[in-house]
């Protein structure tokens, strides 16, 4: 009787130490590689985050929608400036004092109104820019050439980059044998109109 109790008190005892070596193994945590692992993920997403945000500072739309509620402030600015000022020159034509410490010049207000306004104008002349090349390149090469960072276009049709750098080339010197011939021309009409200024 005595060695069965002695069995039953040792298998309970490794019993009881297995919940706890379980516990004490999730205690430690994530080994070096899944922290790893974890690290990696939170530095792509991260870089993820970026990518757009970069890409829409270089977008002169993205810029001009940015830079609208800041216009429409510092116009706000401008007018209760401008009425702060009439009040302030109303009322030293009327002989009464004003404290002049308050005012703010107008000036400077709006100096920075049309700071604002050249940066939209700067903005929308870009974006007409580059509206303006997106066309020519549609209406000069309208097969695409796939890149690195799109290599599907979705399109049967793409050029590739051999074949866009001899289009290039037969464009280039299209428009040298056009200057050329425009020269060539020019010579002739100078020296036909200094002949008739000889004779």
Do not use: W
Request: net charge negative.
């Amino acid at each position: 009787m005595r060695q069965s109790t002695g069995i039953k008190s040792t298998e309970g005892s490794a019993g009881g130490n297995s919940p706890m070596a379980s516990q004490q193994a999730q205690q430690q945590g994530p080994g070096p590689a899944q922290s790893a692992q974890l690290q990696a993920a939170v530095l792509q997403q991260q870089q993820q985050q970026q990518q757009p945000s970069q890409q829409q500072d270089f977008d002169p739309v993205h810029r001009f929608k940015l830079l609208i509620p800041h216009l429409k402030e510092s116009l706000q600015n401008v007018m209760s400036i401008a009425a702060l000022n009439f009040g302030h020159n109303t009322a030293i034509d009327n002989g009464i004092k004003s404290n002049d410490a308050l005012i703010q010049r107008f000036d400077k207000s709006l100096e920075e109104f049309y700071a604002l306004c050249d940066q939209l104008e700067l903005c929308l002349r870009l974006a007409y820019e580059c509206l303006s090349q997106s066309v020519d390149s549609t209406k000069h090469s309208p097969s695409l050439v796939p890149t690195a960072t799109k290599p599907d276009t979705g399109q049967a049709e793409s050029l590739s980059y051999s074949q866009y750098l001899s289009m290039i080339k037969s464009q280039i010197s299209c428009a040298k044998d056009i200057h050329n011939a425009l020269y060539e021309c020019s010579k002739t009409i100078a020296g036909k109109s200094q002949q008739q200024g000889i004779m």
